[in-house]
């Protein structure tokens, strides 16, 4: 008898099968519909969206603007879903192949110094598949991750995050395991814009 959790472990890993099979454009598409369905549902996540965007942008964009830009953010997290399930059947050398990185001299002069490499990025673009990409050229490394809202994703995502080689830490109680790493010599990648109030973490 399965519990709960691995019912729904197992559920989520079908769907994500199934939508492996998606092409890669396709799913592009349906990521925007989703992105648009999601926007006109989840309201209190389209409020939050619109405050902080008008936050940032009130002096340079009008409230239409401002809309149109929340709508796009939803729907790259659409495109990220079914980008992610289009990834799963990629080999780390396909994968390679529709990658494109700038500036990684910058990384291997800092990893060669053998002090371990802070990576600093954002929620930009496809962030999971940077998540699961990123080992692929700056190995070892370690992701500084927080678990999911709903917990049966968390081992889901884990996997996806970490099948190129890429190991992950949990934020919470993270700061030793961090240290470690770096002594090391090993690169730890984290993305900065959340936990960002002085009680939460520097």
Known sequence: MLSSKEIAYYSIDAVIRL??????SAGLLLGNVLGV??????KRRRSVAMDNLTRAFKHEKSETDIRILAKTIFKNLGRIL???AWSTRLSKKELEKHMVIKGLEHFKNAHAKNKGVL???????????????IAIFCSPVSLIVRPMSFRP?????????SRFGGKTIPAKRSMRKIL???????SVGMLMDQSVDWYEGV
């Not at 939508?19 to 890669?24: A, M």
């Not at 369905?37 to 989840?42: A, E, K, N, P, S």
């Not at 470690?180 to 090993?186: C, D, H, P, W």
């Open 19 to 24: 939508l492996s099979l998606i092409p890669r």
């Open 37 to 42: 369905i999601l926007f006109l549902v989840l």
């Open 82 to 84: 079914f980008e992610i």
């Open 119 to 133: 990576l600093l990025s954002g929620h930009f673009g496809n962030f999971e598949l940077l998540a699961a990409s």
């Open 153 to 161: 994703l968390n081992p889901i995502v884990d996997k996806l995050r």
């Open 180 to 186: 470690t790493a770096l002594k090391k010599g090993e």
